[in-house]
């Protein structure tokens, strides 16, 4: 079954500092990756996805994520955090070739960008 | 252009009650997916419609039904409300169906509580 871990349900990282936001998959074949970022009161938002080529993936607001298979792991950085970054951060995944839009989400984890 | 909307924004049933949840997605996108996100939780995949058509269930019991219209807007009902019901109904628009890599963009979602 397919499944996605964020083993940090908090991260708390000073202003300016880099930031990680952990995440591994168990799934079968190639999966399809995102991260979405999720605001108080808000729906989630968009951040970038994986779905084949360069290991390294660029998104939105500078942050950035890097595919490892051999790891399983899809960890979301940041060179420089904002307190604006402060947020819930969810990573999901999808298997292509189910024809859905069922995305397996994690639990979350909320970063805290201290000023 | 206007983004994934939802109603009610909030709303307060109690046990066995019914309820309607309404999406109308962005312009042009005919695929519209529900998701409940119970606190400190990932969303989870409740439904998928493609032009009108059922095109992904996850695991939900049968209280749980939904439907597509020509628009393409879309409404969620549950049955006989349970207290383990509360969340947050979040919806998801998409220009096609679960074919490709197409992103989901979310709506602010429906605060369900159920006293």
């Known amino acids: 079954a397919q499944s996605v871990a964020q083993p940090e349900d908090q991260v708390n990282v000073a202003e300016g500092n880099p930031l990680t936001v952990k995440c591994t998959y168990s799934v079968s074949g190639n999966p399809y990756l995102f991260w979405y970022v999720q605001y108080p009161n808000r729906g989630l938002q968009f951040l970038l996805k994986y779905i084949t080529g360069d290991n390294l993936v660029k998104g939105s607001y500078g942050f950035e994520a890097e595919f490892n298979k051999s790891q399983t792991s899809f960890h979301l950085k940041k060179p420089s955090a904002l307190v604006s970054d402060s947020a819930l951060y969810f990573c999901a995944v999808r298997d292509p070739t189910s024809g859905t839009y069922k995305y397996i989400f994690g639990t979350g984890t909320r970063l805290k960008v201290l000023a | 252009d206007a983004g994934v909307t939802q109603s009610p924004t909030h709303l307060i049933k109690t046990r066995g009650q019914h309820v309607t949840l309404r999406c109308s997605p962005i312009s042009g996108h005919k695929s519209v997916s529900w998701y409940q996100q119970v606190l400190g939780q990932g969303p989870q995949f409740i439904f998928q419609?493609?032009?009108?058509?059922?095109?992904g269930r996850g695991n939900f019991p049968d209280r749980f039904s939904a439907r597509q219209f020509p628009n393409y807007s879309s409404e969620l009902n549950v049955n006989a409300l349970l207290l383990g019901d509360s969340a947050l109904y979040l919806c998801a628009s998409s220009s096609k169906t679960g074919s490709g890599a197409n992103v989901l963009t979310f709506g602010a979602g429906s605060r369900l509580t159920v006293l």
């Open positions: 419609y493609y032009e009108k058509e059922e095109r």
